[in-house]
């Protein structure tokens, strides 16, 4: 036990490491939220000049739109057809993340209709064709970023790509492969990128608050606190109620045996971080290990309820706030879209928000200067998007075990009253590595997963 023990402290101390580097991302957004909000109240027509600075960084993420779509839709159909050869519980697991994806999707959708979050703000709506009155030299910095290229043709083409190499077996297994490396490829440099949010966030701010006042400040606050509490009630009031009306288990008994895991995730802003533990620790409350190698790792890319509830009300929040709310037809069209393209959202600091302007570009091309507003709070809402998907596939793993009877009913019971408590040695190195690959090499679903090579998972979005 000594050696493994030993195995597992690198990979600690260097996630530990990593995760300082996001905090500092983490204080520097909060600390340019607050300054550019400060200078857009008392000095507005300063505030205002900032706007380029906001405007640089949604470039920079438009850039990488089409790229993070293709990658991710490829091999989203492939790691599917992947899921779907495990036979029962890959159908079942599938079959649930869609169903609860897109009634998350409705969820923020509908609240975001109650609420009318971001209205009357009336911010100037984003003209391609027009050029901002800007002096020359932020025209040529601006004018380096590359252009974006169209979203629903890189989209279908995605989809068509990914089912032809469905088709041609192994012989696609190279080029798939070379795909996967892609995305790491892409990932990192969307990662490079949102190191600048902290500036990109400024900007945008400061130039919103100097054009509209305190009112953008209250729009930005309601907007926070709807989410979170859509997020509260979505995991109390419907994952709770499937849970008991199902497998018989109480949700906060469940989410008190998930306890040190919620406050890994609240610290970090990630999901991503409590994977390894979650799959242990549904081993342990009494799920077979075949359902968890299935489940887990394809729910953390397919089963992300926060993330579909964020994105729909976000993308309320900017048509409502730059004064061209969508009708339903709009709404229904950009649901249809956020539940194929939010499987990009997944692992990644920052592709949630591209997800969010992909969508945007794709419905409602003039929309996407209000986005800037969105940078700046976007993580103060990733904590509930974080504990939002990590309980949506706690439960999932609990459901799909109780539907395919591969659970201890009395296990559940021993370890959730604490009579059988969680063992921490249980956390050896083949779960804090072998399991990750589970998530990252493809998102393949099944126990072999466990024996591929692992990779760094990056914070999710």
């Known amino acids: 036990m000594a050696s493994q023990r030993g195995e597992s402290a690198a990979p600690a101390r260097a996630a530990r490491k990593g995760l300082d580097k996001t905090h500092y991302l983490y204080i520097a957004v909060i600390?340019?939220?607050?300054?550019?909000?400060?200078?857009?109240?008392?000095?507005p027509e300063v505030g205002k000049s900032l706007k380029p600075l906001g405007d640089g960084f949604i470039k920079l993420i438009k850039m990488m739109i089409a790229p993070i779509i293709f990658c991710t839709i490829v091999l989203g159909i492939g790691s599917i057809a992947k899921a779907a050869t495990v036979g029962k519980v890959g159908g079942l697991a599938l079959g649930y993340f869609i169903i609860m994806s897109t009634f998350a999707l409705a969820i923020g959708l509908v609240v975001g209709n109650l609420i009318h979050p971001g209205e009357g703000l009336n911010l100037a709506p984003y003209d391609p064709n027009k050029k901002a009155a800007t002096d020359s030299t932020v025209d040529f910095l601006l004018g380096i970023i590359p252009g974006d290229i169209p979203v629903l043709p890189t989209l279908l083409t995605a989809i068509l790509v990914g089912f032809a190499l469905q088709k041609m077996g192994p012989q696609g297994a190279p080029i798939l492969k070379a795909i996967g490396h892609g995305q790491g490829l892409v990932f990192r440099i969307l990662i490079m990128i949102m190191w600048?949010?902290?500036?990109?966030?400024?900007?945008?701010?400061?130039?919103?608050?100097?054009?509209?006042?305190?009112?953008?400040?209250?729009?930005?606050?309601?907007?926070?606190?709807?989410?979170?509490?859509?997020c509260a009630l979505f995991i109390v009031v419907v994952l709770g109620g499937i849970l008991q009306v199902v497998a018989g288990v109480n949700i906060f008994k469940l989410m008190k045996y998930l306890a040190r895991e919620y406050l890994l995730i609240f610290s970090t802003s990630s999901s991503e971080a409590a994977l390894p533990r979650l799959i242990a620790k549904m081993e342990h409350?009494?799920?077979?290990?075949?359902?968890?190698?299935?489940?887990?790792?394809?729910?953390y890319s397919f089963n992300l309820d926060g993330t579909a509830i964020y994105l729909t009300m976000a993308s309320l929040f900017v048509a409502n706030a730059m004064g061209t709310p969508l009708d339903l037809g709009a709404q229904i069209s950009l649901l249809i879209f956020m539940i194929i393209a939010s499987k990009g959202a997944a692992g990644v600091t920052g592709a949630g928000l591209a997800t969010?302007?992909?969508?945007?570009?794709?419905?409602?091309?003039?929309?996407?200067?209000?986005?800037?507003?969105?940078?700046?709070?976007?993580?103060?809402?990733?904590?509930?998007?974080?504990?939002?998907?990590?309980?949506?596939?706690?439960?999932?793993?609990?459901?799909?075990?109780?539907?395919?009877?591969?659970?201890?009913?009395?296990?559940?019971?021993?370890?959730?009253?604490?009579?059988?408590?969680?063992?921490?040695?249980?956390?050896?190195?083949?779960?804090?590595?072998?399991?990750?690959?589970?998530?990252?090499?493809?998102?393949?679903?099944?126990?072999?997963?466990?024996?591929?090579?692992?990779?760094?998972?990056p914070a999710n979005a």
């Open 196 to 230: 600048l949010a902290p500036v990109g966030a400024f900007g945008a701010i400061a130039a919103v608050v100097g054009a509209t006042g305190v009112q953008a400040i209250v729009s930005m606050f309601t907007l926070m606190i709807a989410f979170y509490i859509t």
């Open 356 to 457: 969010l302007a992909a969508g945007l570009q794709a419905h409602a091309p003039q929309l996407l200067g209000g986005v800037g507003m969105i940078v700046g709070i976007d993580r103060f809402m990733s904590e509930a998007r974080a504990l939002t998907n990590f309980t949506g596939n706690a439960v999932a793993t609990v459901l799909i075990g109780t539907w395919v009877k591969e659970i201890d009913g009395g296990q559940v019971e021993r370890v959730l009253s604490g009579a059988a408590p969680f063992d921490e040695q249980t956390m050896i190195a083949g779960h804090s590595a072998g399991q990750d690959a589970g998530h990252s090499a493809g998102y393949s679903a099944g126990q072999d997963a466990a024996a591929e090579p692992a990779r760094p998972v």
């Open 285 to 299: 409350l009494g799920v077979s290990k075949p359902v968890v190698g299935v489940t887990v790792p394809t729910g």
């Open 31 to 43: 600390v340019a939220v607050v300054l550019g909000a400060v200078i857009g109240l008392l000095f």
